[in-house]
């Protein structure tokens, strides 16, 4: 009977105690590395998925069919309608931002309103309004400033689409490119991304 009332008292000792603390403190630090990450993936794919929409802007502007306002005289034809690329647009915003958000300028010329039919983010039908984290360029015909993508624009008809940031603020930064080459009258894309340092 004694024997049994001892054993129902015996508490936890320090050594088991620790081991659960240590546990416990592991799990944390698995956690807040988890959701560290989780906050870096959700701010990358900003710049994943706005490459892809002036893409998709890059590849729509090349598909329409641009023919030139003249006057046709009786009995002849007007000049063929052409396919070609949107020229290059200004660079937003003019520097990186470092671990912060740029809320670009919606005013007419500004920012992401800036080109004409022809040339730049108006030419590719991409407008953002909304705070970024990221500097994004577009460029026709040769590489996208500060490019390392090895499959970079060098042979005309071309365009490169980059996006540059540095979302923890550091002398690192990250790079997510697409380049576009127009061979035997089509736009072909790259097949995928190229990403240098995506979470710096």
Not at 106 to 127: A, E, H, R
Not at 149 to 174: F, H, I
């Amino acid at each position: 009977m004694k024997l049994r009332m001892k054993l129902g008292k015996r508490g936890f000792t320090l050594v088991e105690l620790m081991i659960v603390v240590a546990i416990i403190g592991v799990l944390a630090a698995l956690a807040i590395y988890g959701v560290r990450r989780y906050l870096a993936s959700a701010k990358t794919s900003e710049a994943k998925n706005t490459i892809g929409a002036i893409s998709r802007g890059a590849q729509g502007a090349y598909e329409r069919e641009n023919a030139k306002s003249e006057e046709v005289t009786e009995g002849s034809e007007s000049t063929s309608a052409s396919h070609s690329l949107c020229g290059s647009a200004t660079t937003v915003p003019t520097t990186v931002p470092k671990g912060t958000k740029y809320q670009p300028k919606t005013t007419n010329g500004s920012d992401f309103d800036s080109g004409d039919m022809t040339t730049g983010w108006k030419c590719l039908k991409f407008s953002l309004t909304q705070p970024h984290y990221y500097q994004y360029q577009y460029s026709k015909d040769t590489k996208a400033t500060g490019s390392a993508n090895p499959a970079k624009c060098d042979v005309a008809p071309c365009y490169e689409a980059m996006a540059t940031g540095n979302l923890d603020g550091d002398a690192v930064q990250s790079q997510f490119s697409q380049t576009g080459k127009v061979a035997n009258g089509e736009l072909k894309k790259a097949s995928q991304l190229f990403i240098q340092d995506e979470y710096e």
